[in-house]
């Protein structure tokens, strides 16, 4: 399997600019997860799904983040309009409901915001 | 509510010498505490985790770790350290209980001095 799939690797933006992260999680896996990573705050979870479906978004920093899951092998992470504050690592991860219950990670998006 | 704490932001230990990286937790139930490896511009990788049974779980890499019910302590241990050990380490919890939420600790920062 490839693992989990995250695009663009890489992403500079300006203030105020529309980003769209991507992640495609193993196939599979019924679990996805948002996380957002910088160096202040560690590793934060924003938001996760089950079956598609948002449980808990408690984590999502502002109205200007929003996140979907269409289908069971596509969600998107958007930031609307963005800021610098914004700048962090952006994981996506997925799992599988059994009893060993691990998250496998993407490599990450890095997003910057000038 | 749940919480993990690495006490650590960074541990450093000569290359060959067993090495030890700290972890508590609180949980209202029973937990399920797992350990992630992080190397530079790479996600999370997992390690080991202990759900029930032997105490003491054996992972991968030479990983292990002791899960301490008294102390709710979930130690990383290692009995001889490599060069290419030297990442960042998270913790995690979830209480057995709950859905499928997990909380990571804040990350130790390992250094293996050659």
């Known amino acids: 399997d490839a693992g989990v799939i995250q695009s663009p690797r890489h992403e500079v933006t300006e203030m105020g600019q529309e980003v769209t992260l991507r992640c495609k999680p193993i196939s599979g896996h019924d679990y996805l997860f948002w996380y957002r990573q910088t160096m202040m705050r560690g590793l934060e979870l924003l938001i996760y799904f089950n079956n598609n479906v948002p449980i808990d978004d408690s984590g999502m920093p502002e109205d200007r983040f929003s996140a979907k899951m269409p289908n069971a092998s596509f969600s998107t992470l958007k930031i609307q309009p963005s800021e610098p504050r914004d700048s962090a690592v952006y994981f996506c991860a997925s799992s599988i409901w059994d009893m060993k219950e691990t998250q496998y990670f993407g490599p990450g998006t890095r997003l910057l915001v000038l | 509510a749940q919480s993990v704490a690495q006490p650590e932001d960074q541990v450093n230990v000569a290359e060959g010498n067993p090495l030890t990286v700290k972890c508590t937790y609180s949980?209202?139930?029973?937990?399920?505490l797992f350990w992630y490896v992080q190397y530079p511009n790479r996600g999370l990788q997992f390690l080991l985790k202990y759900i029930t049974g032997d105490n003491l779980v054996k992972g991968s890499y030479g990983f292990e770790a002791e899960f301490n019910k008294s102390q709710t302590s979930f130690h990383l241990k290692k009995p001889s350290a490599l060069v290419s050990d030297s990442a960042l380490y998270f913790c995690?919890?979830?209480?057995?209980?709950?859905?499928?939420?997990?909380?990571f600790g804040t990350g130790t920062k390992l250094q293996v001095i050659p």
């Open positions: 949980v209202s139930g029973n937990p399920y």
């Open positions: 995690a919890v979830r209480d057995s209980g709950g859905y499928q939420k997990v909380t």
